[in-house]
């Protein structure tokens, strides 16, 4: 009655930003991302018909705002008449930061509860229970190139190539370890319906989506930097016409975007994404991985720079418990 399974976030590269179905938290895009390999987070749960309510212990803090969205997780994978659980969760890097925590978390906790309850599910079984706990966790159940499209009424989830066949490193610039002050979830919603943008963003996904792919296909560098880099400014632009305003960035998020320009104008391979927070991620060829680490921890407010190379997707680790 107990299973902790290990799950890596993702960086999305063509991205994830509106719902068209907020009940089942269906997207209303495609979406194109690369699983990390050096960031985790392990999820334990452990089903105990004794407990008279859930508990949910996050890097050893009992963390009872999270806990809603987690039950209504387990919810999902074990039924509503399921015993209550005790779930503890680790990562190694900063949560709710916009570094993708909610998505190796809700990734790693369906594949630990499934195997709790001693159920055993597909793959695409889980990664659509996760995607409907956060959108973004449904891709974080395959590792590599992961690309979510829409189908009918649900969501389709492949690897479009394991990172083996295309090393890349993805640098991680942390500009503040804050927490973030709207989260994407809600933010997307306000963008669906304030933003003069939101439409043409919806209509010209898919032409972001094919480039990618191709250029995944071909292990097209030049090309896959341009459409993410596009495709980032492209949802930050969404955001930042909505009313009120949704605006992630902080000067030190400027600084590095200029930094990563610095080294495009200097030949190295190099191109920027970021998601719903402050972060930037610099994604580059292995061989440029030390440049870049230097230049994005010199720029002047850094806090912190993480590197990692492309991981698989979520896994069980075993019936023990972290922490
Ligand atoms: C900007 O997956 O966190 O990172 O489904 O509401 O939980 P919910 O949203 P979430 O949104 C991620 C948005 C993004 C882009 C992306 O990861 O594709």
Not at 54 to 72: A, I, M, T, W
């Amino acid at each position: 009655m107990r299973a902790t399974a290990r799950a890596q976030p993702n960086i999305a590269l063509i991205k994830y930003w509106g719902k068209r179905d907020t009940n089942r938290n269906l997207p209303a895009v495609g979406s194109i991302s690369m699983t990390l390999s050096e960031l985790h987070t392990e999820m334990c749960v452990e089903l105990d018909v004794s407990l008279d309510e859930d508990v949910l212990v996050v890097n050893g803090v009992e963390n009872p705002g999270l806990r809603p969205r987690v039950q209504s997780c387990l919810d999902h994978v074990l039924g509503a008449g399921r015993s209550r659980a005790r779930i503890t969760s680790t990562s190694n890097f900063p949560v709710a930061a916009g570094l993708a925590s909610s998505a190796s978390a809700f990734a790693a906790l369906v594949v630990a509860a499934a195997a709790a309850a001693g159920q055993s599910r597909t793959t695409a079984e889980l990664a659509a229970l996760a995607g409907q706990a956060s959108g973004s966790a449904a891709r974080s159940l395959y590792g590599g190139f992961v690309e979510l499209r829409n189908r009918d009424d649900d969501i389709d989830v492949r690897s479009l190539r394991p990172g083996s066949e295309w090393p890349l490193s993805v640098v991680i610039a942390i500009t503040t370890a804050d927490a973030k002050p709207v989260g994407s979830g809600a933010a997307m919603e306000i963008s669906r319906r304030t933003s003069p943008f939101y439409a043409r963003w919806i209509d010209q996904q898919e032409t972001d989506l094919a480039d990618a792919r191709n250029a995944i296909a071909a292990r097209n560098f030049a090309q896959l930097a341009a459409v993410a880099e596009h495709n980032c400014l492209k949802m930050h632009s969404v955001m930042w016409a909505s009313r009120p305003p949704i605006v992630y960035w902080n000067s030190v998020t400027l600084s590095c975007m200029r930094a990563v320009r610095e080294l495009q104008a200097a030949g190295v391979g190099v191109f920027f994404t970021i998601d719903a927070g402050p972060q930037v991620k610099a994604v580059c060829l292995p061989d440029n991985e030390l440049r870049v680490r230097d230049e994005l921890a010199s720029v002047a407010g850094v806090a912190e720079v993480m590197t990692s190379g492309l991981g698989d997707g979520a896994a069980l680790v075993g019936a023990a418990c972290p922490g």
